[in-house]
């Protein structure tokens, strides 16, 4: 699943290698964290569509890394799977009720890691590497580069696009400025955080060209939402 980036957050380095280059080879994109501090940096920065989340870390542990993501609105529905030694039974539990969407016991396959990762990602985020996504009225087609909203055909220029796309295939997820900009323009290009602004704009105006509402939420001080509707 290309341009799907999984976070794993894992102290024990062998382990973390392991994972990095079995899901590396399945072609996500994976970034790194040795503990729960370094966990929330990088999910603020990278924005990951994924969160493999040791239960035992150093600094803050897993579990703590879990409420606080879910605390936040901009991580509220960030897919998380939580990793438990074998001793921690009841712990696992916890996890669950702090709002792990699944949890692997150590030892564990990377088959079965992926198998979990693909489960997690299918349920959460059906739109993922379709080909069509729906949201509400809204629907893109990735192939032929069509928008619809209702029966209308939407034009929109190609960063508009690729704005659209990033957005509904998060939807109700929010991303501020920053992170928008790293995934439709890319974290090596230059270019100033208003910019987004100014597309954010023209998409709108090119969704709402038939009056049909609205459908991108600014939240304040935080960035922009597609909104799941309905
Ligand atoms: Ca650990």
């Avoid at 290009?189 to 208003?194: A, L, Q």
């Avoid at 038939?210 to 304040?220: A, M």
Wanted: proline share 4%; charged share 30%; glycine share 8%.
């Amino acid at each position: 699943m290309a341009g799907t980036k999984i976070l794993i957050v894992e102290d024990e380095e062998a382990l973390a290698t392991l994972l990095e280059y079995n899901l590396g080879k399945e072609n996500f994109d994976v970034a790194l964290a040795g503990d729960g501090e370094e966990a929330m940096l990088k999910i603020e920065e990278e924005a990951p569509d994924l969160v493999i989340l040791d239960w035992m870390l150093p600094k803050v542990s897993g579990i703590e890394v879990c409420r606080r993501l879910r605390a936040k609105p901009e991580t509220r529905n960030l897919p998380i799977i939580m990793l438990t030694a074998r001793s921690e039974e009841t712990d696992r539990i916890r996890g669950l009720e702090t709002g792990a969407d699944d949890y692997l016991t150590k030892p564990f396959s990377t088959n079965e890691l992926i198998a979990r990762v693909r489960a997690v990602l299918r349920r959460i985020r059906p739109g993922l590497a379709e080909d069509k996504v729906t949201v509400g009225d809204l629907l893109v087609d990735r192939v032929s580069h069509k928008v619809m909203r209702g029966e209308k055909e939407i034009h929109l220029g190609p960063t508009e696009f690729r704005l659209l796309d990033h957005l509904i295939q998060h939807p109700g997820r929010v991303f501020s400025r920053e992170q928008l900009l790293n995934a439709v323009w890319g974290s090596d290009v230059f270019v100033e955080v208003r910019t987004v602004d100014v597309h954010i704009g023209r998409l709108r105006k090119a969704l709402n060209k038939h009056k049909q509402g609205d459908p991108i939420r600014t939240v304040r001080s935080a960035g922009y939402a597609l909104e799941t509707g309905r």
